[in-house]
């Protein structure tokens, strides 16, 4: 789940007083939250947006983060521990990096490109016990992944915050659209693997992209019905296609390919 740790300035040396700090720790997709202290408006924005930043630590994070998922996801795709084969593994890591690592990190990157072009300081940092124990839970042939958050910094008004936690579930929503595309010209085509690949990632980031939805608490679909109730409608009504035409056009089961 996700959690709150303040990291900013006391409120009482924060005249602006809006949204302020941000920092998630998140299931693979993950939500976030804010932390709102007064009412008043943000002071305008100063700096003009130049593209998405990094450092070298959180480029090392993000590393870190995506080589843990994808090796526990490919353990638990086997079903766990007792399911390894050595001969199938990588084709299992394959699956896994295909579908597993662009929900994860687009989703993320996401949530910090719409908080840079605000202005805002945003990074990614990985959380050492959410990893482990993803790890872990994959021998036993399952996964809660809690990878780590990101981080972000600034004043933003509501509209703002509700763009910024819409980010992530809608690249989630485009991400689904491309798989089904692909998994309905695999099928089309009597390429199976493409189609059962196609129809999987798509169905992880529908996953992703609902669970991120959930209207209250820490998620993202807080923040977006607080914003505005049509576009959190809207993501919603989009991931409703999207799945009917999966399971129409595309219905394979992972179990198909083992």
């Not at 693979?28 to 450092?55: C, D, E, I, L």
């Not at 995506?66 to 526990?72: D, N, P």
């Amino acid at each position: 789940m996700a959690r709150k740790i303040f990291i900013d300035d006391e409120p009482q040396n924060d005249p602006g007083g809006y949204y302020r700090v941000e920092v998630r720790h998140v299931p693979v997709g993950g939500s976030h939250t804010s932390w709102s202290v007064g009412n008043a408006p943000p002071p305008p924005k100063t700096k003009q947006f130049a593209g998405m930043r990094f450092s070298s630590k959180e480029l090392e994070h993000l590393g870190i983060s995506v080589l843990v998922l994808t090796i526990a996801f490919a353990i638990a795709l086997g079903g766990g521990i007792r399911g390894y084969d050595s001969g199938i593994f990588p084709y299992r890591l394959l699956i896994a990096i295909i579908a597993v690592a662009p929900a994860f990190v687009l989703h993320e990157m996401a949530h910090k490109y719409m908080a840079q072009s605000y202005g805002c300081w945003s990074e990614f940092r990985y959380w050492g016990f959410g990893l482990m124990f993803a790890f872990l839970t994959s021998f036993v042939g399952v996964m809660f992944a809690a990878p780590g958050a990101v981080y972000f910094q600034g004043r933003v008004t509501r509209e703002e915050n509700g763009k910024i936690s819409a980010a992530g579930p809608a690249t989630n929503l485009v991400i689904a659209t491309v798989f089904l595309a692909i998994g309905v010209l695999g099928r089309s085509s009597g390429n199976d693997f493409v189609g059962i690949m196609g129809s999987f990632a798509c169905f992880i980031n529908l996953f992703l992209a609902g669970f991120n939805l959930i209207p209250f608490g820490m998620f993202d679909g807080a923040k977006i019905f607080d914003w505005d109730k049509g576009v959190y409608m809207s993501l919603w009504m989009a991931l409703g296609l999207i799945a009917l035409v999966r399971l129409t056009k595309i219905p394979y089961g992972i179990g198909l390919i083992f």
